[in-house]
Every structure is written in structure tokens, then in C-alpha cells.
């Protein structure tokens, strides 16, 4: 099959402006414990900064994604990177862990305009290899949040937090590109016919699938944002460094950017509700080893768990996008981020599980959401993973 040239350069313009989005939002995660000391935060009160990011920036995402479904999402994406550049820089200027959250939220509000309508757009542009399109899109992220751990807590080791500040530049150069970028935007980067999204909708029979696949997103958002919250704090427990700590995480998404175009590939070429299910499935006990284990198997143990949840990443994605696909902005958005806004709502609940047990123990507990991710896959009907028409998946009652 021929290569359509000018649509693979957009998803890489795309998948570039991805490693950005999710550089700066990973940046406070593996700070978390130093944001602690630094604004003698309790354990319970930490929690709740990347539960109000997460909720504040996932929760808006289908509405986002309704708006681009509308738009010219390459001018949308410039306009998320933008916002994420100049909040995500200004942190080192709070005076307080307040101040901190508004910024950090408002960075959040520029992820949210970002992520449907840039997951939108790869799978509009490739739509016959939809799942490594999205591998691709979301390997770019993966390789944002692999570098953001070392930069932040290397550049506050070196020079302080207040230095931080000098991260705004490349995210204002990629903004400016990806705008001239927009406005030569090709027909297929708009939906020519979006259909009217109603909430009504989701009560029909056809729309089942796509409640199965938030539930089960829900799920491994959990697992996600629980780790990203917490395993800074993990490491401290354990007498990890700061440098340490960052060096670790971005190990960890490295392997899970490798799980993800592996996942990627093997998904436009067996069954991805299999694929999905292995995925759940054997990531859980890694995620449970790397907390049972904190010596040097621990480390391992976490790259393999990175790299076998990841596996599963993009066939949620794709799979909601076939049951809208007049609305792939939309049914990203509800996958991606209102799974993850509804996640971000147990890291409170996490932190106090951690006070009260371990971090160890609250993070064991968080690994066993795998069992009914893998449970409820069963529920999802073949037909969508054998489907290579996405117009097919209809929602007609």
C-alpha cells in the first residue's frame, strides 16, 4: 500500500508537538516529593496537586474534542502547546503549593485542548493503519514524559527551582511552526460531516462497546496516574535520590514507549480486544513485583511492567474511535481524558491509603484495577476488532 506522503509528515508534526504536551506535563510528577519538602506538604495534601491537575485536565477533553471535530485541529494543537509552555515554565515562580496547583491547572487546560484533537487527527490522517498511527502519536508522548523526569530534577539539582523557566523556548518555537503549519491544513485534518453528539446516544445498544472501553480505560488510567503520582514518593521511601528517582522514571517510559509501538504494530495485525487483554493481564503482576521489591530487582521489574502495559495503549483508543467515527475527537477525548479525569479522582484516596498502610501497599492495591480491565474485555464484541471500515461502526440503535 502506498504511503500517503504529506499525511505521514502531519502525523509526524503531530506525534513532535505529543513529546512536548507530555514533557511538560510530566515535569512536576518526579518533583512531587521535592514540592513536598518544599512546601511542607503532608502526604495526604501532595496527593490531592495531581488529582486537581488530572480531574481539571481530563475531565474538559470530550468537550475539547467535540470543538475540534468542528475545527482546524493543527491550529488547536499549536494553541495546547502554547498554554502548556508558558504555565508549565512559570512554576518556579509560585510562591506557594496554591499558586502551584493554578499553574499546573492552567498547563492542564492546554493538555485537555491538546489530546483528542491531536488523537483525532493521526487516525483521520492514516485511517488504514490507524493503530500505528496512533502508536506513532502516542510514542511521542511517551518520549516527552522519558525526557521531563531527567530535565526537571537535573535543572533543579544544578540551578534551582527558580531556573526552570528555561524550558518555555522550545515549546513557543513548536507552537509558532505548528501554527503556520495550520493554516495550510488539508480537507481531511476537519471532520466534513460531524455528526451532532448527543448524550442520548450513548443509551443505545451500539454505543455499549464505547461505555466498555471507558470503564476499562478508567482502570488503566488508574494505574497510570497512580504510579506517576507516587513513585517519586516510593523512591524517597526507599532512599533514592532526586537524580535517581528522575533517571528511574524515564526508564520506565522509554520501556513503555517501546510497549507502545510494539502495540502499535502488532495491533494492526491480530485481535486488539487479545492484544488488550494480554496487556491487563500480565502488566500486573510487574506493577505488583516493582512494589514487593524494592532492591535491585525493583528496577527491572518496573521497565517490564512499562513496557507490558503499553502493549495495550492504543487499541482503546482506536476501538472508541471506530464506535464515533464521525466523531473521533469526541471519542478519543472520552477514552483518554474524562477516563482520566475520573482516575484522578482516587489519588486522594491513594495518598490516604498510602498514609495509613505504605505507599508500597496503596500502590499494590492499585495494581489489582488490572483484574477487572481484563475481566471487562470479555464484554467487547469481536466484530470491532475485526472491523476495517470504521464507518461501519454506527450509532444507529
Not at 518555537?173 to 471532520?191: C, G, H, N, V
Not at 448527543?198 to 497512580?226: C, E, K, N, Q
Not at 464521525?326 to 498514609?355: D, R
Request: glycine fraction near 8%; aromatic fraction near 10%; hydrophobic fraction near 50%.
Amino acid at each position: 500500500m502506498p504511503t500517503n506522503k504529506p499525511a505521514l509528515r502531519r502525523v509526524f508534526y503531530t506525534t513532535f508537538a505529543h513529546t512536548a504536551i507530555d514533557f511538560y506535563m510530566l515535569l512536576s510528577p518526579p518533583l512531587w516529593a521535592f514540592f513536598k519538602t518544599h512546601f511542607s506538604l503532608t502526604l495526604s495534601q501532595v496527593a490531592i496537586l495531581p488529582s486537581v491537575v488530572s480531574v481539571c485536565g481530563s475531565i474538559t477533553q470530550p468537550f475539547m474534542g467535540y470543538l475540534g471535530d468542528r475545527r482546524n485541529r493543527m491550529a488547536l494543537v499549536a494553541l495546547g502547546v502554547l498554554i502548556c509552555a508558558v504555565f508549565v515554565s512559570s512554576i518556579g515562580f509560585a510562591p506557594s503549593a496554591p499558586i502551584l496547583a493554578l499553574l499546573l491547572i492552567a498547563a492542564s487546560m492546554g493538555s485537555s485542548l491538546f489530546h483528542p484533537n491531536a488523537g483525532g487527527l493521526v487516525t483521520r490522517l492514516l485511517p488504514e493503519r490507524s493503530n500505528m498511527a496512533m502508536a506513532i502519536f502516542l510514542t511521542g508522548g511517551t518520549l516527552g514524559m522519558a525526557i521531563a523526569p531527567i530535565v526537571g530534577t537535573q535543572i533543579i539539582a544544578r540551578h534551582g527551582l527558580e531556573k526552570i523557566w528555561i524550558i518555555i523556548f522550545p515549546g513557543l518555537i513548536l507552537s509558532a511552526f505548528l501554527y503556520l503549519a495550520s493554516r495550510k491544513s488539508a480537507p481531511e485534518e476537519i471532520e466534513k460531516a460531524p455528526a451532532r453528539f448527543d448524550l442520548s446516544i450513548l443509551r443505545t445498544r451500539a454505543m455499549r462497546p464505547l461505555l466498555v472501553l471507558y470503564a476499562i480505560s478508567v482502570f488503566r488510567s488508574l494505574i497510570h496516574s497512580g504510579f506517576v503520582s507516587f513513585t517519586a514518593l516510593l523512591g524517597e521511601s526507599w532512599g533514592w535520590s532526586t537524580g535517581k528517582i528522575g533517571w528511574v522514571f524515564s526508564g520506565y517510559l522509554l520501556a513503555s514507549t517501546a510497549g507502545r509501538m510494539v502495540g502499535g504494530y502488532l495491533g494492526d495485525r491480530v485481535s486488539p480486544r487479545k492484544l488488550l487483554a494480554f496487556s491487563n493481564a500480565t502488566s500486573a503482576p510487574f506493577h505488583i513485583g516493582f512494589c514487593l521489591f524494592p532492591g535491585p530487582a525493583a528496577i527491572p521489574l518496573f521497565f517490564i511492567a512499562g513496557f507490558l502495559f503499553d502493549l495495550g495503549i492504543t487499541t482503546t483508543i482506536v476501538l472508541a474511535q471506530r464506535v464515533l467515527p464521525q466523531n473521533t475527537s469526541t471519542a478519543t477525548g472520552l477514552v483518554m481524558g474524562f477516563a482520566w479525569g475520573a482516575a484522578g479522582l482516587m489519588i486522594p484516596l491513594i495518598g490516604k491509603l498510602a498514609e495509613l498502610t505504605s505507599i508500597a501497599d496503596a500502590l499494590i492495591v492499585v495494581s489489582l484495577s488490572l483484574i477487572p480491565a481484563t475481566i471487562l474485555v470479555v464484554l467487547l464484541p469481536t466484530e470491532i476488532s475485526t472491523q476495517t471500515e470504521p464507518a461501519k461502526a454506527t450509532a444507529d440503535d
